[in-house]
């Protein structure tokens, strides 16, 4: 069974940076792709960002390129997304997703974690 954690969300002012991280269990996150999502609310979930298995290969959605950077450590079973130049519209609570394709929806991903808030004040 595999079990995400996402950890690093928080308060920040605008124009600052966090590093989210999702930790996960199991056997097959080095031949999984995965993926970044984020739901503010009263919106629907939205793509953030996925990453290749080898991490070679990375997509962004187009609010978030040239800010955001997923990145991952297969070693440590760890997804990373970098964000800066952090603005009060990615506030939101970001998931991070594990699944057999590098798409930008949510229903491709099989695995989800708990959700961390990430709070842009402006």
């Known amino acids: 069974q595999v079990q995400l954690v996402e950890s690093g969300g928080g308060l920040v002012q605008a124009g600052g940076s966090l590093r989210l991280s999702c930790a996960a269990s199991?056997?097959?996150?080095?031949?999984?792709?995965m993926g970044w999502f984020r739901q503010a609310p009263g919106k629907e979930r939205e793509f953030v960002a996925s990453i290749s298995r080898s991490g070679f290969n990375t997509y962004y959605a187009d609010s978030v390129k040239g800010r955001f950077t997923i990145s991952r450590d297969n070693a440590k079973n760890t997804v990373y997304l970098q964000m800066s130049s952090l603005k009060a519209e990615d506030t939101a609570v970001y998931y991070c997703?594990?699944?057999?394709?590098?798409?930008?929806?949510?229903?491709?991903?099989?695995?989800w974690g708990q959700g961390t808030q990430v709070t842009v004040s402006s």
């Open positions: 199991g056997r097959t996150f080095a031949i999984s792709y």
């Open positions: 997703a594990q699944g057999n394709l590098a798409l930008t929806t949510a229903t491709a991903y099989d695995y």
